[in-house]
């Protein structure tokens, strides 16, 4: 079954710093989807990484603050930037196992932002 | 939205007992899957049942889907300290939307 290694897994960060989150899948994956999770909360659909083209963002979440990369199909990075404390979270990205419907996720990043 | 909610938010049973997780969504559904969260991890999925399907089992899994209730049930028989975790239900809208919809979780804690 697919894996993604997400890194990094945790990261302490000052505030008004950015943070890049990288997600590499083991094999080739068309949608790609980045979520947030507030501690003890459900996951947040932040935006959809498209292959080739611009990530598609949900309400509430601006390309400014969160660039996605998609380079192909099997990579995905997420920036974080001028960070402040609020954005302390956990992030998650996660793949679509073709033709099943099914998500698979990374072991999620930790960011606390002092 | 159509976010699923689960109930109860929180679970805490003894080691063989069985565990019941419900889960209610609001508009019409593709299909309905069900992940566990361990504490810091990411999700894995454990089950998906479409529309059409009324009762699926996996192992010691048991789902049901009502969509004339739009609700579904997750069981989980005689538990295990290793089921700790969150559990959440994922609708998915029918229409052909691929972005699926989390609900709050379940956290499940097994005492051995």
């Known amino acids: 079954s697919a894996v993604i290694s997400q890194k990094p897994s945790r990261d302490i960060c000052q505030r008004g710093t950015s943070l890049t989150i990288q997600c590499q899948v083991d094999?080739?994956?068309?949608?790609m989807f980045w979520y947030r999770q507030q501690p003890g909360q459900s996951l947040t659909l932040i935006a959809t990484a498209n292959q080739g083209s611009e990530a598609t963002y949900e309400s509430g979440f601006v390309i400014d603050k969160f660039p996605i990369s998609r380079p192909n199909l099997t990579f995905s990075t997420l920036t974080v930037s001028n960070m402040s404390p609020e954005d302390s979270s956990i992030y998650l990205c996660?793949?679509?196992?073709?033709?099943?419907?099914?998500?698979?996720f990374g072991e999620g990043s930790r960011l606390t932002v002092l | 939205s159509q976010q699923g909610e689960e109930d109860p938010q929180a679970l805490s049973i003894q080691e063989g007992e069985n565990a019941t997780m419900n889960c209610s969504y609001k508009t019409s559904i593709n299909n309905l899957q069900w992940y566990r969260q361990n504490s810091g991890r990411g999700l894995v999925h454990l089950i998906l049942i479409r529309s059409n399907e009324r009762e699926k089992h996996s192992g010691r899994l048991r789902v049901t889907l009502d969509t004339s209730k739009k609700s579904s049930s997750l069981l989980i028989t005689a538990s295990r300290a290793a089921d700790t975790a969150s559990y959440f239900c994922a609708t998915f809208a029918s229409g052909g939307s691929y972005i699926p919809t989390f609900g709050r979780g379940t956290s499940l804690i097994v005492h051995p």
């Open positions: 996660s793949g679509e196992r073709s033709n099943t419907g099914e998500l698979f």
């Open positions: 094999s080739q994956v068309t949608m």
